[in-house]
């Protein structure tokens, strides 16, 4: 389906507190996230028979095969630390939780779970956000007043990646949909 028209009304919300301290030898940025998503939509769950409008789907099933998508949340910590070295020079250190929506075409594709000869996609109101981990430490040192370099390395642990999945149904009859199944990890410096 490249054409859909669709009508949902998601919840987000969000808040967000932070708070930087400094001392003699140390700056400290200390923060909290939280956030809140629902989909206000249904999902299959089913994976075999994935539409009710299947009409190979006996009567008495149909009205099993949709559930409302459970509300998702999550609180993030975020912490930066940077002390000096010299007086030119800071070692700084950081660490947080990060939190992304996916698409919303990836959650409400074919909301209404039309059957279609071939191979339909339908959304997944239920999926997971990618949930990030990332470390960072960092050295940026003067060497004189014009110039400076700044070296940081970092790894980021992703988790709860989309992907889309085929799904045979029979041995021809497939269907397409979005879960989170990948998973990743990035390093690197800068």
């Known amino acids: 389906?490249?054409?859909?028209?669709?009508?949902?009304?998601?919840l987000e919300m969000s808040a967000y507190v932070q708070d930087k301290m400094e001392f003699n030898s140390i700056i400290l940025n200390v923060g909290?996230?939280?956030d809140y998503f629902n989909a206000n939509s249904q999902y299959s769950t089913d994976v075999f028979s994935p539409s009710p409008?299947?009409?190979s789907v006996p009567i008495d099933k149909k009205d099993g095969l949709l559930a409302d998508a459970e509300?998702?949340?999550?609180i993030s910590p975020r912490l930066g630390v940077s002390f000096p070295i010299t007086d030119q020079?800071?070692?700084?250190?950081?660490?947080?939780h990060f939190y992304q929506l996916p698409s919303l075409s990836y959650l409400y594709t074919n909301p209404e779970f039309k059957y279609a000869v071939g191979s339909p996609t339908y959304g997944n109101a239920n999926l997971n956000p990618e949930r990030t981990v990332t470390y960072e430490i960092g050295l940026q040192q003067g060497l004189s007043d014009n110039v400076a370099f700044?070296?940081?390395?970092?790894?980021?642990?992703?988790r709860d990646l989309?992907?889309?999945?085929q799904v045979r149904i029979s041995g021809t009859q497939t269907y397409y949909t979005f879960v989170n199944k990948d998973y990743g990890n990035i390093k690197g410096l800068i």
Do not use: E
Not at 1 to 10: F, G
Not at 71 to 74: I, L, N, P, R, Y
Not at 162 to 165: E, G, H, K, P, V
């Open 1 to 10: 389906n490249r054409n859909n028209k669709y009508n949902k009304t998601p």
């Open 32 to 34: 909290l996230r939280y």
């Open 53 to 55: 409008n299947d009409p």
């Open 71 to 74: 509300a998702k949340h999550q």
């Open 89 to 96: 020079g800071i070692i700084h250190f950081s660490y947080g």
């Open 150 to 158: 700044n070296v940081t390395g970092y790894y980021k642990d992703v």
């Open 162 to 165: 989309l992907a889309s999945q």
